[in-house]
């Protein structure tokens, strides 16, 4: 059964893990750089809610939740979301975007944004619309990934 919650200590082993594996895949996260352990504690740690998606004591997901802006348009929140490629097509992705918007919530949030979703990220993007996120532009050119620059797409789910 697939747990989701907050990213304990025991956690980020298995959270920096997955991260990672999306950051050398090269094809969903603006990083270029993997997170040491040392270094995902405190990055995970300056988030508003690190989750982890936990099933059978193995980390197969986990999100990061932190303010999209500051001040005025402080009510903005962003996440960033990774699924282990040996979880994927699973509903944990799932899981985890539905888990999120609940905590944006909960947190005071009115509004989640993602800003660069990468155009052939397919699977992301039939998730999002599914849960009606609205998709509000397109940036051309907006990732560089292994391949070449693709254009990023933008949503926004009103809380």
Known sequence: MLEIRECGSADVPGAAAVWNEVVREGRAFPQTEELTESAARGFFAAQDFTAAAVEDGRVLG???LHPNNVGRCGHQANASYAVA???RGRG???ALVRHSLD???ELGYRL???NAVVEDNTR???LYEKLGFKRIGRVPGGFVGPDGERDTVLFYYQL
């Open 85 to 87: 490629s040996a979880a």
């Open 92 to 94: 944990v992705g799932e």
């Open 62 to 64: 986990m999100y990061i």
């Open 112 to 114: 989640l944004i993602f």
């Open 103 to 105: 905590k944006a919530r």
């Open 124 to 126: 992301a993007i039939a």
